[in-house]
């Protein structure tokens, strides 16, 4: 199992990524420069956070446009799994890959903080190590974490499973009050209609060891070392 994570320039989460599944789980991991153009030997490619190119234009607008995501596309097509937390999600978006788009938080505030987050089905690539329904806890850290799409799209994506991961209150509700961004329907994460690329806002990455608060993060990257595995059995 080989994990291939995309440095692009602004890139702050990479190192976070590499040692969740390196060093705590022990898989393969290797860097991949924004520049490159292939990605043969690589099994799933992951998108970390940050702030690609600074958000110049738009949150991940420019990376978007990044030799990569031509290489990226490709390794999806061709059934490969994709993941993109924060800034990931936001780049995943822009470059068509996932619908809607990510705007700034309706409370125009920074927040970084533990999100509890609910797990709304088992039967992806990134969830069969979770139960549908377990309640988890991953941090946030974002300003523009504000899940927007049309009614259409929100209603297809209700319809098919593909809202991944929502934000819940201590009582497992999507309240209002759950919700720290705005997102619509508490979205906190969704799949393409495909199934093969997840993105969401929290960071799986940082709850890795319980020393950082919780390793509910993990099952995440188990998932998709199970779904590999599957594919070559």
Excluded at 119 to 138: I, R, W
Excluded at 172 to 178: D, R
Aim: proline share 4%; charged share 20%.
């Amino acid at each position: 199992m080989k994990f291939g994570i995309v440095v692009f320039p602004g890139s702050w989460s990479e190192r976070d990524m590499h040692y969740a599944v390196s060093d705590v789980l022990g898989y393969q991991a290797e860097y991949v420069w924004h520049r490159e153009a292939k990605l043969a030997g690589f099994d799933a490619i992951l998108l970390p956070g940050g702030f690609s190119y600074g958000d110049h234009l738009r949150c991940g607008a420019v990376a978007a446009h990044s030799p990569v995501m031509g290489a990226i596309k490709e390794f999806v097509e061709n059934g490969g799994f994709v993941f993109g937390s924060c800034n990931g999600f936001q780049i995943l978006c822009e470059s068509g890959l996932l619908p809607g788009a990510l705007i700034r938080n309706d409370h125009l505030e920074f927040r970084c903080s533990a999100g509890t987050l609910r797990v709304e089905t088992s039967s992806t690539p990134f969830t069969s190590q979770f139960s549908a329904g377990d309640v988890v806890s991953m941090p946030i850290s974002h300003g523009e974490g504000n899940y927007q799409a049309d009614d259409e799209t929100l209603a297809t994506l209700e319809a098919s499973g593909r809202i991944v991961f929502r934000y819940v209150d201590a009582e497992n509700q999507a309240s209002a009050e759950a919700n720290p961004n705005g997102s619509r329907n508490n979205i906190a994460g969704i799949t393409n209609a495909r199934g093969n690329v997840l993105g969401m806002m929290p960071h799986p990455e940082r709850a890795c060891e319980s020393l950082l608060g919780s390793s509910d993060g993990n099952p995440l990257w188990q998932s998709i070392a199970a779904a590999v595995d599957a594919g070559k059995s």
